[in-house]
């Protein structure tokens, strides 16, 4: 069974930090662009970061430009978002997307998506 699983979502202070993780099963991330999509309530959802396998780029908007951080573990088929300086307004469910087109950053339909999980940032 081809999937995305995220986990690592949960409640952090303000300023606090947050690794995610998006483990693939069922075929492998090499030459894929993953991205990490984020969706606030009544919000549209958002691209927070982006890579691509076959050569490693990525890409960031620039209001998570210098908090959050992409990388990828090929040995273990898993896609990370290092996430720090969270603010209230990070608050999101958090969702991994893949697709075996490279360098699709700019896009925003993929062929594989994750189930989601919550990050709350609040005191």
């Known amino acids: 069974q081809l999937q995305l699983v995220e986990s690592g979502g949960g409640l952090v202070q303000p300023g606090g930090s947050l690794r995610l993780s998006c483990a693939a099963s069922?075929?492998?991330?090499?030459?894929?662009?993953i991205r990490w999509f984020r969706q606030a309530p009544g919000k549209e959802r958002e691209g927070v970061s982006c890579i691509s396998t076959s050569d490693g780029s990525t890409y960031y908007p620039e209001h998570v430009n210098g908090r959050f951080t992409i990388s990828i573990d090929n040995a273990k088929n898993t896609v990370y978002l290092q996430m720090d300086t969270l603010t209230p307004a990070d608050t999101a469910v958090y969702y991994c997307?893949?697709?075996?087109?490279?360098?699709?950053?700019?896009?925003?339909?993929?062929?594989?998506w994750g189930q989601g999980t919550q990050v709350t940032v609040s005191s």
């Open positions: 997307a893949a697709d075996p087109r490279t360098f699709y950053c700019a896009g925003r339909h993929f062929k594989y």
């Open positions: 069922g075929f492998s991330l090499d030459d894929y662009t």
